[in-house]
Nanobody
Framework: VRVEESGGGLVQPGGSLRLSCAAS????????MSWVRQAPGKEVEWVSDIRRDGATYYAESVKGRFTISRDNAKNTLYLQMNRLQPEDTAVYYC???????????????RGQGTQVTVSS
């Protein structure tokens, strides 16, 4: 199982970024997938997940601003992040599983993550 995140960067408050996660080594289309994040000095936090049937779920803190999607043909997971705020600053990871399961899966299934910094 391998995942590789990309697309992070430095953005001003109110800006946008699109994260990508390339997956391999498992049947991606059958997997529930999540984005989690870890801010400096804090525990990992579940952000959003997309089930294999396409249903999507979001943490309250990002609902209405972030959109998760997947392309099963490309084995790729995405996170479109709009109206970014300084509190969104974190390293973002993709992992398998949904909700609370993802914060456990993250311990063994993750890439190097991609840094998102929101600052003026």
């Amino acid at each position: 199982v391998r995942v590789e995140e990309s697309g992070g960067g430095l953005v001003q408050p109110g800006g946008s970024l699109r994260l990508s996660c390339a997956a391999s080594g498992f049947t991606f289309r059958l997997a529930d997938m999540s984005w989690v994040r870890q801010a400096p000095g804090k525990e990992v936090e579940w952000v959003s997940d997309i089930r294999r049937d396409g249903a999507t779920y979001y943490a309250e803190s990002v609902k209405g601003r972030f959109t998760i999607s997947r392309d099963n043909a490309k084995n790729t997971l995405y996170l479109q992040m709009n109206r970014l705020q300084p509190e969104d600053t974190a390293v973002y990871y993709c992992t398998t599983g949904d909700g609370a399961v993802a914060t456990i899966s993250w311990r063994t299934v993750r890439g190097q993550g991609t840094q998102v910094t929101v600052s003026s």
